[in-house]
């Protein structure tokens, strides 16, 4: 399985950015997905996750601004990010769970994507 990132960015704070994940397999569907972020200094850490049935998980500081979605025909998975601040600046990594539900965790998940780095000046 590969997961192939697209490109970040950067992008002036308040702007739009989205993210893809283009995945290789045929059991893309059956498998929850997450996107990730690491900052300097900073461990890797969940941002949203979407669960092979649909159902999705933000982590507190981007509730309302940050959406996840997936779309099992193309086997891709999406993060749209509006309203972005200074703090998202980081490397965003998706991630394949071993599970079909999220996982908050990243060790429930076997494959990575290559990391993209996005940057949001003030």
């Known amino acids: 399985v590969q997961l192939v990132e697209s490109e970040g960015g950067l992008v002036q704070a308040g702007g739009s950015l989205r993210l893809s994940c283009a995945a290789s397999?045929?059991?893309?569907?059956?498998?929850?997905m997450g996107w990730f972020r690491q900052a300097p200094g900073k461990a890797r850490a969940l941002v949203a996750g979407i669960s092979s049935g649909g159902s999705t998980y933000y982590v507190d500081s981007v509730k309302g601004r940050f959406t996840i979605s997936r779309d099992n025909a193309k086997n891709t998975v999406y993060l749209q990010m509006n309203s972005l601040k200074p703090e998202d600046t980081a490397v965003y990594y998706c991630?394949?769970?071993?599970?079909?539900?999220?996982?908050?965790?990243?060790?429930?998940?076997?494959?990575w994507g290559q990391g993209t780095q996005v940057t949001v000046s003030s």
């Open positions: 397999g045929r059991t893309f569907s059956n498998y929850a």
């Open positions: 991630g394949r769970a071993r599970a079909n539900r999220i996982m908050l965790l990243t060790t429930y998940y076997d494959y």
